[in-house]
């Protein structure tokens, strides 16, 4: 990885157990820390880490280094990392579908697309009502194998995530039919939306508002019980200075969000209960904009924070689908 940026000597990991960059807001995030796991950094040097997806049967990690336009690898057997994919048309978000594959948002492409398992790519989605897409962000795949995902116009504002173009479209999340591969809008009501998560019985999902005024907010809604629509919107968390970005769901209903950017303080990542009560934060030197669980339980938390990935082994399982 390159080594224009020096972060490998501007932090170093916490020799003390329990890691003090854990922290407890709320007695119920006890349960989830392990008292001796700590925040370990796999990887630096990148512009702007993105979209981690953990890949088990490989024991490896990708992420998006958007601005550099390639797709990274962290191998969990030797530690080292290399360029998966470049260019990557300037990928952001991804997620893995329920038969083991890649999918992930493209910038550069205004796209969603299906990595196969012979390496070819197949389009998802590109276009709506014969208007291409903005800059698809995130992306999840509910249980039925349908594809839902974000698409603000943050990657086609400018020349350094994508390129430069004029949105053709309002600031949707859509979502894919698995059997006929049309797209849907499910809502069209969120000032710039981004991350998304489903809750563990998916009848709730959670869009990030990364555009609210006067603050971001992570709300809710209701998924209907034909599964492929949403009702009964509301303000989960109201983010307040912070800056919430990608996040995940564990198996207990917790959110596990990326955090940071407009106080330093605030940098790394905030967990919230169900009821959005904030329980715990995992302070980093970076802020972080997206994360997946994964590892041999699925309970190892990887963090994409601005230069760098870190890890951190926690007491809980993500959800499928993230």
Known sequence: MTDKFDFENSWQPSQRYPDPSVVTLDPRFNKYRLPLAGVERLATGCRWCEGPVWFGDGRYLLWSDIPNNRIMRWDEVTGQSSAFRQPSNFANGQTRDRQGRLITCEHGGRRVTRTEYDGSITVLAESFDGKRLNSPNDVIVKSDGSVWFTDPP????????????????????????????????VADDILGPNGLA????????????????????????????????????????????????????DVDGNLWCGWGMGDAELDGVMVFAPDGTPIGRIALPERCANLCFGGRANSRLFMAASHSVYALYVNVAGTAGG
């Not at 400018?158 to 049309?182: C, F, I, M, S, W």
């Open 198 to 249: 489903f809750s563990p019985d998916e009848t709730v999902i959670y869009i990030v508002e990364s555009r609210g005024e006067p603050s971001r907010k992570i709300l809710a809604y209701d998924v209907n019980t034909d599964g492929a629509s949403v009702q009964n919107k509301r303000v989960l968390i109201d983010a307040g200075s912070g800056t919430p970005d990608g996040f995940r769901v």
């Open 154 to 185: 943050f990657g086609i504002s400018g020349n350094y995530e994508g390129h430069r173009a004029e949105p053709e479209l309002g600031q949707n999340v859509y979502r894919l039919d698995p059997d006929t591969g049309k797209l849907k809008v």
